[in-house]
């Protein structure tokens, strides 16, 4: 994984104006994960992960894939290598059953 993703939430973090541990707050995670990220000494981060940095800095995940050049701004079609599809794709497919069993569970 590039560090796209890391440099895309830095400069979406300063445009906002909050600081890295006020980002890690906002989105539930240690700010050591999110240090790591931004330096890019982090080669992988989970994807609810992901969805809290976007959810928290305001911002959707096709804003923040194309900030950190996974998507063309102006088109909905992701540009990731193969592996990193594969892995995205596995991690939404996890998310989802995760979400379905809990929602199983609360229809108990």
């Given at each position: ?36 990220l ?6 992988s ?18 804003d923040?894939?194309?900030?950190a ?27 989802r ?6 929602l ?5």
């Amino acid at each position: 994984m590039s560090n796209g993703l890391g440099t895309a939430v830095k400069s979406l973090r300063e445009r906002a104006g909050v600081t890295q541990f006020g980002l890690a707050k906002a989105a539930k995670m240690d700010g050591t994960i999110l240090s790591r990220l931004e330096a890019g000494k982090r080669q992988s981060i989970r994807f609810e992960y992901i969805v809290a940095l976007a959810e928290a800095l305001g911002v959707s995940l096709d804003d923040l894939a194309a900030e950190a050049g996974f998507m063309k701004s102006s088109a909905s079609s992701l540009i990731l290598p193969s592996a990193d599809l594969a892995r995205l794709e596995h991690r939404v497919a996890s998310a989802r059953r995760h979400l379905q069993r809990a929602l199983v569970t609360l229809e108990l």
